[in-house]
């Protein structure tokens, strides 16, 4: 039990800085462009320093709401895919699909409810398709790392 709690809090920790740093890419690629159409001229470099600096921002400012809400939604999807993957046998699959969707469900879920998916990052489909390959990459994560039980 406990290998499995610290699994999925390291899975965790590293979905939430994907997903951060994910939003953070689409943020800047938007903020790039808007600056671009401002000024009619070619859009602006950001420097690599100034790239992380803008993603540890967004982690240290949204990564205990994102990881709270993405740990809810990742919970509910682990256990389903643990009760399917012990039937289905594909483990790697089936974590790896839960994952997927629970981000998928978490942001479709906020824009039904608050109008807004609240990550500015996973609002067009690119970026909803981003957040549900960094949960992809989490499933896989805890699949690989929190062996079945016997």
């Not at 950001?46 to 994102?66: A, F």
């Not at 919970?75 to 839960?98: D, N, Q, S």
């Amino acid at each position: 039990m406990l290998r499995s709690v610290l699994v999925f809090v390291l899975v965790l920790a590293v979905t939430v800085v994907l997903g951060v740093t994910a939003h953070s890419l689409f943020v800047m690629q938007a903020w790039t462009m808007a600056a671009a159409q401002a000024a009619d001229a070619v859009p602006p470099a950001l420097s690599l320093p100034e790239r992380l600096g803008w993603i540890g921002h967004d982690i240290v400012g949204m990564g205990p709401t994102y990881g709270v809400l993405a740990g809810i939604a990742l919970l509910v999807a682990f256990i389903a895919a643990g009760l399917l993957a012990r039937v289905t046998g594909l483990r790697a699959i089936v974590f790896a699909v839960a994952g997927a969707v629970a981000m998928i469900v978490l942001f479709t879920t906020l824009k039904s409810v608050l109008g807004t998916v609240g990550v500015f990052g996973a609002r067009g489909m690119m970026g909803l398709a981003a957040q549900a390959g960094v949960g992809a990459f989490g499933g896989i994560l805890f699949a690989t790392f929190k062996p079945s039980a016997a």
